[in-house]
């Protein structure tokens, strides 16, 4: 797969390489959920690599990391909604541990709302919803993989899949 690659989503099948550069990430362990700056969800999975800086000393980050940015979301246990990103930090922290330690049955961005679905070997279901509205410069949700690089999707209607330095 190219690298530095920016595409417009005006058909579903603008979605084929976003789908190509994330399967990897299928069958994968998700071993930490927790809340980044912001109160962000962030999701660490693969290997887990030591941090380089010499700040995060001792600490582990995922050889993919996938992070929601300012996006909503839900997070569903097979009969029941565990959390949203609408609830406090407090309630979240302790929630979002049930995908903790779970494979990564399925990852599924839908078009055109770019909504993002995650589900889990556990029954859980992630799911992301993109406002394609919004006027932020952010994008809706990223993507570290293992290879340097980041995929990221919005704002508007655009994915890139950027190195990551």
Known sequence: MKSNLVHEVTKSTDLK???????G??????????LSYGDE????????????QKSMSGKEKGAWILGTRLTAWRLDAPNETLATSYD??????????AI???????????????????????GCKLILFPTLE????????EMFTP??????VGPGAI?????AS
Request: aromatic residues 10%; contains cysteine.
């Open 159 to 163: 994915w890139s899949y950027i190195r």
């Open 100 to 122: 903790e330690n779970t494979k990564i049955t399925s990852l599924e961005t839908s078009y055109p709302d770019l909504a993002l679905a995650v589900k889990f070997n556990n």
């Open 88 to 97: 406090t930090a407090e309630i979240l922290r302790h929630k979002i541990q």
């Open 41 to 52: 969800l962030s999701l660490h999975i693969g290997a887990r690599i030591p941090y380089s």
């Open 134 to 141: 919004d006027d932020s410069d952010l994008p809706y949700w």
């Open 17 to 23: 390489p976003l789908r190509e550069i994330t399967c």
């Open 147 to 152: 290879s340097g690089m980041v995929l990221k």
């Open 25 to 34: 990430v299928i069958g994968e362990i998700c071993w930490k959920a927790s």
